[in-house]
Structures are given as C-alpha cells and as structure tokens.
C-alpha cells in the first residue's frame, strides 16, 4: 500500500453577499481531497466556511436595513425639555431682554415703563433656494437713511422743531431776534441730546395741538419719551437721592424747565407743573453750571416762575423768601434779562409782599384784630419806598422799558391790594387807570406781550370800576392772539370770579389765591 504523508486541502475563495456584509471578511471552501483506498482520512472540520481571521468574535448583525431614527436607551433620569427664547415678541423688549406680553399694537410692559414701544418685526417665511435667489434679483429698494438728528424723526416732527424755531420760542421772552435764548442756548443743546430735543417737541406740538388737535398723539409721543429720559437719568437719580456728587448735565436741567412750559402752554391747572419746578428748584439750590449763559438763564427763567407761583397758590413759597438763599456772583447784566423783574431786584418786593398776605391770612384765620398790625404796616411801608425808589434798567427808548413800568405798577397795585380791605376807592381805581395806560402804550405785535399776564391778572383783581374792565378783558384777548398760551383762559376766568364778589360787596375778593383753591385749579400766570 503506497503510504500517503499530510494531505494539503485545496484553498478557492467564494465570494458569498452575505458573508461580506458579515464583516467576517472572504470565506475558505475546503476542497476534500482524493484518499486513496484503504486509507483512512484524519477528521475534519465538515464541510463549511473558516474564517481567515480565526480569533475573531464578532457576532453576525441581523437583516435588515438599520433603523433611520436608532431607539435611544432608557435613561434613569428624565431629562426636562429647555424652553426657547420667544422671537414674537416687541423689539423694544427684546433689546432690553425684558419678557414682552406681545400685546398689539404696542406692548402693555413699555406702557408700564413709559418705553417707546417700537412694534414688532415683520414675519418671515422659509423660502427654497430658487425661490431665494430670485428674491435676490428682484430691484432692491432704498434702505431707510438714519436720522439727522436724534427725536426728529417723521414729517410731523419736522413741523414741530420749524414751529419751535420760529414761533413758540418768540413767545417765551422778550427778544425774539438771533439773542433768544430758546434759539441761542437750548436749541444747540437738544441738537446733541435727545431727551431736551423730545421736550423741545413736546412743547412746540402742545402749541400747535391747541390750533389743531391732530398733533396731540405725535406731541404725548414727545413726552413720554421726555419723561422717560428723565427717570433714566443716573446723575438726575443720584441728586435725588442726596449725593451732591452728581452734576446733573445742563440739557437734562433745561429739560425741566422746558416740560413746565410745556404744562402753561397746555393751560393743565391741576398743578402738573409742579414736579417739574420742584426738580428745577433743587438743581437751582445744589448745582452751578459751567456755562455761565446758561446758568444765567436757568436761574432768571426758575426765579420768574418760582416768584409768581406765589400769586396764585397757597402753599407754593419763592426761593428768595429763604433766609439763607443768596443770588449768584455770575447774574451781573440785569439789563440782558429775557424776562422782566428777577434781575432787576422788583420780584424781591413781590415776595416780601407774600410773605405779609400770609402773615394777613393767619391773623384772619385766628379771628385776630386789626388782621393789619404794626409789624405789618411798618414792613408794608419799607416796601413801599423800596417800589418808590426803583429805576428801570431798560433803555428808555425801548418798549422792555414801559413794560418794566408796568410791572412797577402792578407791584404796588399787589401792595396795596394786600394792606387794604377789599373795598373801592379812588386811589385803588387810580392805580389802576395808570397801570392801563401803561397797558396802551406796548404794541400788540410787540414782544412784551410775552410777559403781560402777570400785570394784566393783577390788574383784573383790582378793578373795582366795571369801566376798567372791558379794557383788561381786550387785553387779555390781545396776549391770547399773540401766544396762544392755554393759561391765559384760567387767569381770565379766576379774574371775572373776583368781579362777582367785588359787586356782591363780598370782601372775600381780597383772597384770591383761596378763590382758586376752590375752584380746584393750581397753575401759573406766567
């Protein structure tokens, strides 16, 4: 028998589909080999497939296409779903990364604020890529350009500043030429901030809104947007608060003073302006500008309303009634004055006269007799050589200069009106005629008719003689024409009251500040 040595099985590799997405890599098929008769073969593996890679391990994957969306494994902690940031809501809010209530048309959180709500952001829509690309061919459209200056920012704004530089800034004082403050100080100042541009505005459309009351939604706009300045002002916060530090910035003072025109000018007689006064008062008291001009202004324009505020309230006290209050070293021109009376020393007998019609009110109060005593008619009488001895520091060729006179006049008319019982007599009435003729002399194109609701209201509260009254009523109509100012119609109604008692013989025609109280008004004759 032919001996046989260690038979070499035959090698042919099959290419098999499923073996190669096994990942097993190429299979062996085992050719058997020929045995020779009579011998017997060694044992061997049946016939299949071996693996060229015998260590590895790898199970086989089932059949199938794998899963698009695999199923994650339970975890043991139940993760909570992050909220998104809302994207519908106004971009005031967003901007100031505040939670919007997407209230329409302008939110209920700026309201709240007092934020000029900026609406909402037009939708978009998910375009495909053609429909983009055309989009992009289409002929753009111009782009918005950035406003000029800040708080103008439609027509109807550009009316309000046109009307603020060539109207209501001429009725605000006596020069209405290139050396008006409003035009030569403030107006320079609202061009570099907004917040004095908005009170600026506000004020020009309140005069406008008294014509024509289309203007008074643009005109709220302009002051809430004032206001809203204000309360965000980090100096103005911190002199509220007491820190001396904190210099207030002089347009943020001048914005005051410009939103308590703003209250005169809308004839407003529930006392709005007197948040307004109060800050200025403050400012007035704890701070001094570095521009001398405006500083300047800012004290002659305070002391003006401050003073005559005492003439129709009765808790509302000037600032030169305080003992300890000194006029500042840089008021050295009273000549230069844009209003009349501060500068030149005549308010100062105005408030002393206030101060003796409280001292007269509270002995009457008290049922005290004479209501009149000697302290009072001693420094009743310095006032009056005081009034007596004044000069005018307007040149005489000027009409500023007459109408100082008749702020002299009516001074001593609110003297005598104080010391006196409220009865007729023919020095009162004389007074009175020389106060009118005064009245005659000034233009009612002139700029003095700025100023004139002072004299003609005190004047008004003395006219015992029904004669002398319709010449006050066509003065009353004439500075009506000329500013349009809202408090001229209050003034004038508290004046016709006053008649009715000085007919009736009622001597309570002497208090007219308590007339006013009763009738529940609070404004100013300025």
Same mark, same amino acid.
């Given at each position: 028998? +032919?001996?046989?040595?260690?038979?070499?099985?035959?090698?042919?590799?099959?290419?098999?589909?499923?073996?190669?997405?096994?990942?097993? &890599?190429?299979?062996i098929?085992?050719?058997?080999?020929?045995?020779?008769?009579?011998?017997?073969?060694?044992?061997?593996?049946?016939?299949?497939?071996?693996? %060229?890679?015998?260590?590895?391990?790898? &199970?086989?994957?089932?059949?199938?296409?794998?899963?698009?969306?695999?199923?994650?494994?339970?975890?043991?902690?139940?993760?909570?779903?992050? @909220?998104?940031?809302?994207k519908?809501? #106004?971009?005031? #809010?967003?901007?100031?990364?505040?939670?919007? !209530?997407?209230?329409?048309?302008?939110?209920?959180? #700026?309201?709240?604020?007092? /934020?000029?709500?900026?609406? =909402?952001?037009? @939708?978009? *829509?998910?375009?495909?890529?053609?429909?983009?690309?055309?989009?992009?061919?289409?002929?753009? $459209?111009?782009?918005?350009?950035?406003?000029?200056?800040?708080?103008?920012?439609?027509?109807?704004? $550009?009316?309000?500043?046109?009307?603020?530089?060539?109207?209501?800034? $001429?009725?605000?004082?006596? *020069?209405?030429?290139?050396?008006n403050?409003?035009?030569?100080?403030?107006?320079?100042?609202?061009?570099?901030?907004?917040?004095?541009?908005?009170?600026?505005?506000?004020?020009?459309?309140?005069?406008?809104?008294?014509?024509?009351?289309?203007?008074g939604?643009?005109?709220?706009?302009?002051?809430?947007?004032?206001?809203?300045?204000?309360?965000?002002?980090?100096?103005?916060?911190?002199?509220?608060?007491?820190?001396?530090?904190?210099?207030?910035?002089?347009?943020?003072?001048?914005s005051?003073?410009?939103?308590?025109?703003?209250?005169?000018? @809308?004839?407003?007689?529930?006392?709005?302006? $007197?948040?307004?006064?109060?800050?200025?008062?403050?400012?007035?008291?704890?701070?001094?500008?570095?521009n001398?001009?405006?500083?300047? *202004?800012?004290?002659?324009?305070? %002391? =003006?309303?401050?003073?005559?505020?005492?003439?129709?309230?009765?808790?509302?006290?000037?600032?030169?009634?305080? +003992?300890?209050?000194?006029?500042?070293?840089?008021?050295?021109?009273?000549?230069?004055?844009?209003?009349? &009376?501060?500068?030149?020393?005549?308010?100062?007998?105005?408030?002393?006269?206030?101060?003796?019609?409280?001292?007269?009110?509270?002995?009457?109060?008290?049922?005290? !007799?004479?209501?009149?005593? =000697? /302290?009072?008619?001693?420094?009743?009488?310095?006032?009056?050589s005081?009034?007596?001895?004044?000069?005018?520091?307007?040149?005489?060729?000027?009409?500023?200069?007459?109408?100082?006179?008749? =702020?002299?006049? #009516?001074?001593?008319?609110?003297?005598?009106?104080?010391?006196?019982?409220?009865?007729?007599s023919?020095?009162?009435s004389?007074?009175?005629?020389?106060?009118?003729?005064?009245?005659?002399?000034?233009?009612?194109?002139?700029?003095?008719?700025? /100023?004139?609701?002072?004299?003609? *209201? %005190?004047?008004?509260?003395?006219?015992?003689d029904?004669?002398q009254?319709?010449?006050?009523?066509?003065?009353?109509?004439?500075?009506?024409?000329?500013?349009?100012?809202?408090?001229?119609?209050?003034?004038?109604?508290?004046?016709?009251?006053?008649?009715?008692?000085?007919?009736?013989?009622?001597?309570?025609?002497?208090?007219?500040?308590?007339?006013?109280?009763?009738? &529940?008004?609070?404004?100013?004759?300025?």
């Amino acid at each position: 028998m +032919e001996e046989h040595g260690d038979i070499m099985p035959k090698v042919e590799e099959v290419e098999d589909d499923d073996d190669l997405d096994s990942g097993l &890599g190429p299979t062996i098929k085992l050719s058997e080999p020929s045995t020779p008769v009579g011998v017997s073969a060694t044992p061997s593996p049946p016939a299949g497939r071996i693996p %060229m890679a015998a260590n590895s391990t790898t &199970g086989r994957r089932p059949r199938g296409r794998p899963r698009k969306h695999p199923v994650q494994p339970a975890s043991s902690s139940v993760q909570k779903a992050t @909220k998104g940031r809302s994207k519908t809501g #106004c971009i005031t #809010c967003r901007r100031r990364k505040k939670k919007c !209530d997407e209230t329409k048309p302008e939110c209920l959180n #700026c309201q709240k604020n007092a /934020v000029v709500c900026e609406g =909402y952001p037009e @939708k978009t *829509f998910w375009q495909p890529g053609k429909q983009r690309s055309e989009e992009a061919l289409k002929p753009t $459209r111009p782009r918005e350009l950035p406003c000029l200056v800040d708080g103008v920012e439609t027509e109807v704004d $550009r009316q309000f500043l046109d009307h603020f530089v060539y109207t209501v800034s $001429r009725i605000l004082t006596l *020069f209405n030429d290139d050396s008006n403050p409003f035009k030569e100080i403030l107006l320079p100042m609202a061009i570099r901030h907004r917040g004095l541009m908005h009170s600026l505005l506000c004020l020009s459309g309140s005069h406008l809104a008294s014509r024509d009351p289309k203007y008074g939604e643009r005109q709220n706009h302009h002051f809430l947007a004032a206001i809203s300045h204000l309360r965000t002002d980090k100096k103005m916060s911190g002199q509220a608060s007491g820190n001396p530090a904190e210099l207030v910035d002089d347009p943020t003072v001048a914005s005051t003073l410009v939103l308590c025109l703003n209250s005169i000018c @809308k004839g407003e007689t529930a006392g709005e302006y $007197r948040p307004h006064m109060d800050a200025a008062r403050h400012l007035v008291l704890n701070q001094q500008s570095k521009n001398q001009q405006f500083g300047q *202004f800012l004290f002659e324009f305070f %002391m =003006y309303h401050d003073v005559l505020n005492s003439l129709t309230s009765l808790d509302r006290r000037p600032l030169l009634l305080t +003992e300890d209050f000194t006029i500042p070293q840089f008021i050295i021109q009273p000549a230069a004055g844009v209003l009349l &009376g501060v500068l030149d020393g005549l308010f100062g007998y105005i408030s002393k006269i206030t101060r003796l019609r409280d001292n007269i009110r509270t002995r009457k109060a008290k049922r005290l !007799d004479p209501a009149v005593d =000697y /302290v009072t008619l001693s420094d009743a009488v310095e006032i009056d050589s005081g009034i007596r001895s004044w000069v005018s520091n307007q040149q005489e060729d000027d009409f500023r200069h007459t109408a100082a006179l008749l =702020y002299r006049q #009516c001074t001593w008319v609110y003297l005598y009106r104080t010391i006196q019982p409220s009865r007729p007599s023919p020095k009162i009435s004389g007074a009175v005629d020389e106060g009118l003729v005064y009245l005659r002399q000034l233009p009612p194109n002139s700029s003095t008719q700025a /100023v004139l609701l002072m004299p003609l *209201f %005190m004047l008004g509260c003395a006219a015992f003689d029904p004669e002398q009254r319709p010449e006050i009523e066509r003065g009353f109509e004439s500075i009506k024409n000329y500013s349009n100012l809202g408090n001229i119609g209050p003034a004038r109604q508290v004046v016709e009251s006053v008649w009715k008692l000085m007919d009736m013989g009622d001597e309570s025609s002497w208090d007219w500040e308590t007339i006013i109280q009763r009738m &529940g008004w609070d404004f100013l004759v300025t």
